[in-house]
């Protein structure tokens, strides 16, 4: 039994070096997309369901968008890049005022600004800034107080900071926000941890060697 499943698995090993690489690069791959791109992330933006590419791009000071094809190729979306008014390194996708078209959030790590980009549902951005309060690196869109309206959570380096949306566009500090977590919080992440249904956080510490989970009420 054994030595047949051995076989078994050899074969299979076979058959599949002889189909080759795993992945292969896309035609025209790599695409340009402007000066330092520090972030990428896929969604369709212009709904024809094809996967599109995100990349905020730090020199540049703006949001490089590239419509796919559904085949593997990619152009810049119409007026891509997006400008946004300062330097960021992360981005983060959801639907912030209810439209189902993904929208784009910005931080900016050297100030309490975000940058909330709403999408016009062809795959075009036109931001405005919101203060935080606190200086944001990692930002996690998602419904975190069950009224399933998109809130953001964000990652501000001694805490993470929580806002709730009102599913319109606007959002306002969630009780106790913001929550401290250990120092050196670049990034967050949800999950619900202790199986009670509501979304939890948890927060790396860069510099005290360690993540910080927050349960949520
Ligand atoms: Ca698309
Ligand atoms: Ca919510
Ligand atoms: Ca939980």
């Known amino acids: 039994m054994r030595a047949a499943l051995v076989l078994i698995l050899a074969i299979a090993h076979a058959i599949a070096q002889q189909r080759g690489p795993?992945?292969?690069?896309?035609?025209?791959?790599?695409?340009?997309?402007?000066a330092s791109p520090s972030d990428v992330t896929t969604s369709d933006v212009n709904n024809d369901r094809n996967m599109d590419i995100i990349s905020p791009c730090t020199r540049d000071v703006a949001v490089a968008v590239l419509l796919g094809d559904g085949k593997g190729r990619f152009r810049h979306a119409p007026g891509s890049q997006f400008k946004v008014e300062m330097p960021m390194h992360l981005a983060a996708l959801g639907d912030l005022n209810g439209d189902r078209k993904p929208d784009l959030v910005t931080a900016h790590d050297d100030s309490d600004l975000i940058t909330i980009l709403p999408n016009d549902g062809r795959g075009a951005f036109k931001?405005?800034?919101?203060?935080?309060?606190?200086?944001?690196?990692?930002?996690?869109?998602?419904?975190?107080?069950?009224?399933?309206?998109?809130?953001?959570?964000?990652?501000?380096?001694?805490?993470?900071?929580v806002l709730f949306g009102d599913g319109g566009g606007s959002f306002w500090a969630a009780p106790g926000s913001p929550f401290p977590t250990g120092g050196g919080s670049w990034k967050a992440a949800l999950g619900d941890v202790n199986r009670d249904g509501h979304p939890d956080i948890v927060a790396n510490n860069l510099e005290k060697n360690s993540v910080t989970v927050l349960l949520g009420r």
């Open 22 to 34: 795993l992945f292969e690069p896309a035609p025209g791959s790599p695409f340009a997309v402007g």
């Open 127 to 161: 931001g405005y800034e919101h203060h935080i309060g606190s200086r944001a690196w990692g930002v996690v869109l998602a419904d975190v107080n069950g009224d399933r309206r998109t809130d953001l959570s964000a990652a501000t380096n001694d805490s993470v900071t």
